[in-house]
């Protein structure tokens, strides 16, 4: 049986007007996204699903009030998981994510130009609308890693501060993002984090600390107003990026670097070690206190390497309190530890 009910309605308000009620009969909703502020077409984006469980995304233009361009996404599954729908700022493409696969479409065209399985979770365009990001899971590694493609192309956004961008934060079952003039906001698991343009994450808040439970029946959304152009209006926004925006300070040295060659470097690590054997002449092994020890493996060790495990002045305190070579075993290995710390493969 379908998922959704046989509704599809939509309540649009604007400032000191009634709500308005928009009726879409091809199906019930499941997603809205406005087109950005870069279009000059005031447009909403409507994801609808049939009874017959097949996809769409109308183009609504909510000044004429009439439907613009309907697309049907016969391979976009909405059913087992909730698909999340965002327009690009200049509304020349539209994507949505299924939890299976990333699709971007041509608005006008209604052709699909990427289409990428990377089992996503959350989609937004970034102001320029050149580059669609995404969440998937981090796996082997806990949290949410981010993909960026190029639009139209679907090449990796290699060089975009978002791509393969980690983050320790899991999603839940939806992950709203968009881009925003402060950086990049999204919704994870309890938080909403801002991430910054060189891909540096600013600060996580958790809103809705106080709930214990979480959502049953609604998912999480992000919003934002588009901000005025005059500098007083959006002053807020504007100290926020510019408390946390990265200052690189250019440093001048009048000195050239100094440089040390190898005999000089050897003379300074044994003027070194002589510091260290005079600090540490009277100290004393307290045997029995060890919390951990370490097993290293040589690749290569050279005679004069071992000579100084076995002789040199740096471990004698440590042979001194092992006692009658303990620390040397059947087969030639060095444990400059108990016995009792040894796993029985080790032991003698």
Known sequence: APKYKKTGVVFFQRPSVRAAELSFAAGAVFALAFVGAKSSKTLLAVGLVSDEDEAAVVLYDYESDHEIVSCKLPEVDVVDFQGELAVSNDGSFFGI????????????????????????????FSLDSDIVTTATNGLPVPGTVFLSFEVPSGK??????MHQKHVNEDFGSHC???????GFIVYLSRKVVLINADGELVFSVEPFKSQKKPFKWSAPVLALADLPEHPRSFSGCARLCEAYTTVIQPVVHEEEPAVIGSTEAAEIVAQQEACFMETNFDATVKSGEAKQFHVCTLNRCTKELRDLLCNGPQL???RDALGDRNWLLPGGSLVFVEKEWLPPPLLP
């Open 97 to 124: 994510a299924d939890g299976w696969h990333l699709f971007v479409w041509d608005c006008m065209e209604c052709e699909p130009v990427l289409q990428r399985r990377v089992q996503p979770c959350g989609v937004a």
């Open 156 to 161: 990796p956004a290699c060089d975009h501060a």
């Open 176 to 182: 709203p993002m968009l881009y925003t003039k402060c």
């Open 316 to 318: 004698k305190l440590v």
